[in-house]
């Protein structure tokens, strides 16, 4: 019965809480709430509970819809043979800074005012590739179960997936996938935001159609966004990226060549999450070049070299995805 009351009593503050703040004077903080709510499937209908269907609409209709970014220029990113070379040695990570593991793999520690984060940076693009289930339409793979599918050294999640009340199975992917330059999920006339791998290693992203992916000759691709970063600025400066604070997922490519994979925690004491805003800060911080949001809240994980290198928000541990950016 203590129990009972207890946990009864911790809800019934939460509750209070989100009326506050959803209810309350702050239209900032109501903003970010409802936004932040709205892009967690499972408790997305919460901010229906006490504000007009009007509102929500209003707040949500802000940033909302595809971002048509420009063309990725290609030559403002140069692949030298001696990345594929590069071979690191281990060395302790550090808050705020590089630690630099075997086989051209580095690791940063990322910090923010409201989340803390990890980024890993892969010097050669060509390790990069999209692991998939041996099958689509019926459950997806962990990203744990995707890694030793390939036997791969580690990865982030990647795409989006069908997933009605957070329910989904992780095994129905939204927009294309392209394994080994063939187009094996959706169709050629699917628009989507892509994202993904040419054959030179050039991380190329836009709103396109999948025959738009396959004439750029996209090896390895899957779908999600918004693009952060194109050609080494901002889509914000032109584009109204609003967004809540969650765990976040994203990729990107610096001009050398080597790939940024960031995962950012959140829904956590220590770690609220981030907003789009605070994705392309750490990516242009990085050095990117290109840059794109992956799936995040529950799907946002990091292993490499068997070992978890973030902390999942799922209170049911990692989600079943049907795609991931995989480390040969």
């Known amino acids: 019965m203590v129990v009972s009351g207890t946990v009864f009593m911790a809800l019934f503050a939460l509750v209070g809480v989100v009326y506050v703040i959803l209810c309350g004077p702050s239209k900032s903080a109501q903003e970010l709430l409802?936004?932040?709510?709205?892009?967690?499937?499972?408790?997305?209908?919460?901010?229906?509970?006490?504000?007009?269907a009007e509102r929500v609409e209003e707040i949500m209709s802000a940033g909302t819809g595809e971002i048509e970014a420009a063309e990725v220029d290609t030559s403002l990113v140069t692949i030298s043979a001696s990345r594929k070379e590069s071979d690191g040695e281990e060395m302790d990570s550090k808050d705020g800074e590089t630690s630099k593991g075997a086989n051209g793999v580095e690791f940063v520690e990322i910090t923010g005012a409201s989340y803390r984060g990890i980024l890993m940076i892969v010097e050669d693009p060509s390790r990069l590739f999209v692991g998939v289930p041996d099958t689509f339409g019926e459950k997806g793979l962990t990203l744990e179960a995707m890694i030793a599918k390939y036997d791969a050294a580690g990865g982030i999640n990647g795409g989006g997936f069908y997933d009605p009340d957070g329910r989904g199975t992780g095994g129905t992917p939204d927009g294309i996938v392209i394994t080994d330059g063939a187009l094996i999920w959706g169709e050629e006339g699917t628009m989507s935001t892509v994202v993904g791998f040419d054959k030179e290693g050039i991380l190329q992203a836009g709103y396109m159609s999948g025959r738009d992916a396959l004439d750029r000759k996209l090896q390895w691709a899957c779908s999600f966004g918004p693009v952060l970063v194109v050609n080494g600025e901002s889509v914000s400066k032109d584009n109204n990226l609003a967004s809540g604070v969650n765990p976040r997922t994203a990729i990107g490519q610096r001009a050398d060549g080597a790939v940024l994979m960031l995962a950012v925690d959140g829904r956590q004491i220590t770690s609220l999450g981030a907003t789009l805003e605070d994705i392309i800060g750490i990516m242009l911080e990085q050095g990117a070049v290109n840059a794109v949001n992956l799936d995040g809240g529950s799907s946002t994980q990091m292993i490499y070299n068997d070992e978890t290198l973030n902390v999942n928000a799922s209170v049911r541990g990692p989600r079943a995805l049907p795609t991931a950016f995989l480390v040969k």
Not at 37 to 51: H, N, Q, R
């Open 34 to 52: 409802t936004r932040s709510l709205k892009e967690t499937s499972a408790v997305g209908f919460i901010p229906d509970l006490f504000l007009p």
